[in-house]
């Protein structure tokens, strides 16, 4: 909780301009909220790896906010970044979720397999609604 506690007030402020700055446009997305998104973008990184859950839950405005280091934005660099990983070496589980409108965002646990073993922690995504369904607008994960 420490380690996230200073980048809150960065989150809240990215919240404020990405629903400024976003219009809904025609169209059905294929989940009805940004929770139920986020557990088929899970279920996509568990069975095919999290290169191609990014592939189809990014798009060019997908930003990716690192704790150290540059942050990945888009989804083309989303998917070069984590296409080392395979099937079950990234895997979360969504927790909650709200949404407002044309964003949401949720909540959960996730781990990742490195050389030195399991890292855990938890992750907050922001969500916003597109024509093709629900996009990443900003995701975040802090480990202990």
Same mark, same amino acid.
């Given at each position: ?5 200073? /980048? ?8 404020? /301009? ?6 809904? %446009?025609?169209?059905? %997305? ?21 290169? /191609? ?14 704790? @150290? ?23 979360? @589980? ?11 965002? @949720? ?6 397999? &490195?050389?030195?073993?399991?890292? &855990?922690?938890?992750?907050? &995504? /922001?969500?916003?609604? @597109? ?14």
């Amino acid at each position: 909780m420490k380690r996230i506690l200073p /980048v809150l007030p960065a989150i809240l402020a990215f919240l404020a /301009v990405a629903g400024c700055c976003t219009r809904l %446009p025609a169209g059905k %997305p294929d989940a009805d909220t940004a929770l139920e998104a986020d557990r088929a973008f899970a279920r996509l990184a568990a069975a095919e790896g999290p290169s /191609v859950a990014y592939g189809r839950f990014a798009d060019s405005r997908s930003l990716r906010i690192e704790p @150290t280091g540059p942050n990945i934005e888009g989804r083309e660099s989303l998917m070069k970044e984590l296409a080392g990983l395979g099937r079950g070496e990234m895997t979360w @589980t969504p927790r909650a979720g709200e949404q407002s409108g044309e964003l949401g965002w @949720t909540w959960g646990d996730f781990q990742v397999v &490195t050389p030195k073993g399991p890292r &855990t922690g938890r992750y907050l &995504t /922001v969500w916003r609604k @597109t024509r093709e369904g629900w996009k990443v607008a900003g995701d975040f994960g802090a480990a202990p």
